[in-house]
């Protein structure tokens, strides 16, 4: 797919999916909050951070290769991701997705 076509807002989650029924294939946009963060190596020896993000549903990874952190990335941050569903390590997993860090917030995302 080329980037004008993506830009263009064709493949795109255009609603908020509960990570619960996350599919692998699945393109998603999905909330929640970090419930985990490790630094693993990838082949070849790239360092590669990982989050745990969890909603009231379920969890799964998000994976920012090449990365050793990234600008407020926290524990128990809010933050909501798209991208393609993929299996690593076993777990459902999003890689190299668009993200955006959102504010606080008492209670889980609907």
């Known amino acids: 797919m080329s980037a004008a076509i993506h830009r263009a807002g064709l ?3 255009d609603t908020l999916t ?5 599919r692998w294939r699945d ?3 999905v909330r929640g909050r ?9 082949e070849g020896g790239v360092a590669t951070l990982e989050a745990t993000l969890v909603d009231g549903t379920g969890g ?3 994976i920012f290769m090449g990365r050793r952190r990234i600008a407020g990335l926290r524990l128990g941050a809010w933050m909501e991701v798209e991208g393609r ?3 690593s390590r076993s777990k459902l997993a999003i890689m190299n997705p668009e993200y955006s860090l959102l504010p606080d917030q008492d ?3 609907a």
Request: glycine content about 4%.
């Open 60 to 62: 799964l990874t998000v």
């Open 18 to 22: 509960p990570i619960g029924d996350a």
């Open 85 to 87: 569903v993929l299996e």
């Open 27 to 29: 393109r998603v946009r």
């Open 34 to 42: 970090i419930r985990a963060l490790r630094i693993q190596p990838w």
């Open 11 to 13: 493949d795109r989650a």
């Open 107 to 109: 209670s889980p995302p």
